[in-house]
């Protein structure tokens, strides 16, 4: 089976670490199903275990986190990539749980192993590429709006930056559901992108006072902007985290929370369910991932390398067949 | 009318401040409604307006949040003590919001106006002085377990703290509705009647490894016991955060927010929703206020004065009528 597996460390992030190669397909877990892959999608946890540390020695492990393709019986799936045991009302209550490429081999590869409760059905107005770049920041945002915050249409909503993965699916996904959205960025550039390009209705510096505090704050920064994503949602309002690469120790005021009835969500991915709705609300809602460049399988290289540069703009996708 | 009004400043809580005397009704607003008061009880935020700032010049303001009675045409009714503005979800949305004492005539009186949505049907099964004792420390814990942490029977509970009034009705009404409550004390007498009295399943010293982590914590201690709190709660759990006596700023880790799916909820009072299911829940489960000593208004001050000293255990009531 082609796949790109890990083989080294590679902490300057050469792709010396990493090979191309046909090689026996891993063993079958009992029970579970493989996808034949048409697309599968760089992200951030791809570019991290191509460098950093978490290497398994000893082990081939197959990259990628995120696909799509053919099941067993021909039909056209998603595949999630969390898997958990049983019990759980959630696959991300599972302190124990794995992911592919984590723990798991993935999906930049012909073939992928999963449980079939991981096969996600794919609408067919969605193509495969766009299907492949949806389960993690598209997935991460589609519960931060829609499941920790619950937003409805018509109720404001503060993306705190403009230029990200997570960013750039809040605006899209919340613009196509009648939110109003509003994005915070250091970028101007970036600011007025996201209006122009994606659709939200306004654009303001960092830590800007805005005309009126918002029903809902999203925040994937963390430290740099936290304190300004609180004083900015209203009494009664919700503020979710996701991530903190500005560092994620803060000073919390819990009275600010409780004098105001605030609710502080920490969100990680999403369900099987999540999953599927999201795919529904692109197909027919007319968000979608854009897309940087596609490469195929046997010829990866480039294109993860323009993604460890930071070069691209939107997702980088692998042909797999 | 007879009522118990704030007079002057009182720093020291010598009861100078406060008059207990027949005065005119203060004049009722438009479309306002009257309920004549059978009891009425005594809260902190009663002894605080008695001892510290926020005296209003000029103003007599009839002291009490809490109370119940008969309305204008004999319903026997539970008194909701916030009045808000129009088009909130929710009256503690309104950050304009006034309550009763606090901006309005409250219920240490024989009769008190409010808008007629703040009548709230008083169950049969329920005597008067119990009925008087639910809308602030009660209402809050109410709202804090069944509305923000959404709790189901046979989930477990840790409460932070035995003594405090939000504290023993988080107890009383986890136990009556099926939840496992466990809950620490810094005094280990406390604790033990927590246990032997409240009905609680298990006691534990403040910042105790638990057996296992909990479906959700209760917090209205602040700072001390954050990070106890935070640390005690499963993946996918929920932490709700009521008060600060011990401060309220602290340190919080987003990253353990958003790894853990955790949700962190501020929570103040509760509604009028809340206000009725928590009276019915009374009535049908069993849970009651534990009431320390009746007095009657024309001579509340000795209990007023227990209160003011600490050396009540459970609720003072006025006997209004």
Redesign the interface.
Known sequence: MLAIRRTAPDPDGRLTGIEIADRPAPPRPDGWTTVRLKSASVNHSDLAAVRGPGFEPGTHRVLGIDGAGLDEDGNEVIVYPIVSGPG???P????DLRALSQGLDGTWAEEVHVPRANLIPKPAGLSWDHAACLGTAWLTAYRMLFG?ADLKPGETVLVQGAGGGVSTALISLGVAAGLRVWVTSRDPDRGERAVTELGAHAAFSPGARLPEQVDAAMDAT??AT?AHSLRSV???GRLV????VTG?????????????????????MGSPTDLRNLARHCATGGARPKIDSTWPLHDAKPGIARALAGDQFGKIVLHCA
């Not at 985290?241 to 903190?244: E, K, N």
Request: charged residues 25%; aromatic residues 10%; without cysteine.
């Open positions: 759980y009302a959630d991300l209550y599972d302190p920790r963390g430290r936290f209203r009494t009664g985290t996701a991530g903190a994620g120790t803060t000073d919390l005021d819990l009275a600010d929370l409780f004098i105001r009835s605030i609710s502080l969500h920490g969100s990680a």
